[in-house]
């Protein structure tokens, strides 16, 4: 982990995160001094679920995961976070321990702002608090759509919700329709499943042979009526 100063980077930044969108040009310049950039290499864990610290944290570059892990390393993937994203706001809020451990899925570099600053910065404008609470609802939301993917879907199901879940956020569409989005091995599948890798595989041969996902060198390629096939 390395950490320096880049006000200017970190100012950009917050002009285009919806937290931080209300706040003027002199606020903006004074929150962005008190940024530390910190870099990542993949891997690497930011913090893990139950450290005392309660930073926020947004995405210069990269992508990490949010994760539960237990004792015998296994892991359940509950987010993943990329350029842009923040996270950590749950600690930054009520000052409690952390609820997942935060891992590097990429080389990351990664903007932290200490608690007092953030408290301070909604003191000069109360409507980050607001943009904030409704950041949490929508992730509170998504949380919900995974516990009920859980208890109610099998695992094929669950691997296609969340490839289709993905390429509606990230995925290039192409000539033919098909979403390309960056493949995602069948261990990464199965953390953000909550499944085993064998049963990830034959869901993966399930979704090629009916044509709802194709692989394609590092891509997946999801169908437009992907949803319709399980």
């Given at each position: 982990?390395?950490?320096?100063?880049?006000t200017?980077?970190?100012?950009?930044?917050?002009?285009?995160?919806?937290?931080?969108k209300?706040?003027?040009?002199?606020?903006?310049?004074r929150?962005?001094?008190?940024?530390?950039?910190?870099?990542?290499?993949?891997?690497?864990?930011?913090?893990?679920?139950?450290?005392?610290?309660?930073d926020?944290?947004?995405?210069l570059?990269?992508?990490?995961?949010?994760?539960?892990?237990?004792?015998?390393?296994?892991?359940?993937?509950?987010?993943?976070?990329?350029?842009?994203?923040?996270?950590?706001?749950?600690?930054?809020?009520d000052?409690?321990?952390?609820?997942?451990?935060?891992?590097?899925a990429?080389?990351?570099?990664?903007?932290?702002?200490?608690?007092?600053?953030?408290?301070?910065?909604?003191?000069?404008?109360?409507?980050?608090?607001?943009?904030?609470?409704?950041?949490?609802?929508?992730?509170?939301?998504?949380?919900?759509?995974?516990?009920?993917?859980?208890?109610?879907?099998?695992?094929?199901?669950?691997?296609?919700?969340?490839?289709?879940?993905?390429a509606?956020?990230?995925?290039?569409?192409?000539?033919?329709?098909?979403?390309?989005?960056?493949?995602?091995?069948?261990?990464?599948?199965?953390?953000?499943?909550?499944?085993?890798?064998?049963?990830?595989?034959?869901?993966?041969?399930?979704?090629?042979?009916?044509?709802?996902?194709?692989?394609?060198?590092?891509?997946?390629?999801?169908?437009?009526?992907?949803?319709?096939?399980?």
């Amino acid at each position: 982990m390395r950490k320096d100063a880049d006000t200017g980077l970190i100012k950009e930044f917050l002009k285009e995160i919806p937290i931080f969108k209300s706040l003027s040009d002199r606020h903006l310049n004074r929150l962005s001094e008190d940024f530390i950039v910190c870099r990542m290499n993949k891997g690497e864990t930011i913090f893990h679920q139950s450290d005392e610290s309660t930073d926020l944290y947004i995405m210069l570059d990269g992508a990490v995961r949010a994760s539960l892990v237990n004792e015998d390393g296994e892991e359940l993937v509950l987010a993943a976070f990329n350029k842009g994203d923040f996270f950590g706001e749950m600690s930054l809020l009520d000052g409690e321990p952390r609820s997942a451990t935060m891992i590097a899925a990429e080389n990351a570099a990664l903007g932290i702002l200490r608690r007092e600053t953030f408290l301070r910065a909604v003191k000069d404008d109360p409507g980050i608090a607001i943009d904030l609470l409704s950041a949490i609802v929508r992730r509170m939301r998504m949380a919900d759509g995974m516990i009920e993917s859980l208890a109610f879907l099998d695992v094929g199901q669950r691997v296609l919700k969340l490839l289709v879940q993905i390429a509606r956020t990230e995925g290039i569409k192409d000539k033919d329709g098909f979403f390309r989005i960056k493949r995602l091995t069948h261990k990464e599948l199965a953390a953000r499943t909550g499944a085993s890798r064998e049963a990830v595989s034959k869901a993966m041969k399930v979704l090629s042979f009916r044509d709802g996902v194709k692989e394609e060198g590092d891509c997946f390629l999801v169908s437009p009526r992907a949803e319709e096939i399980l």
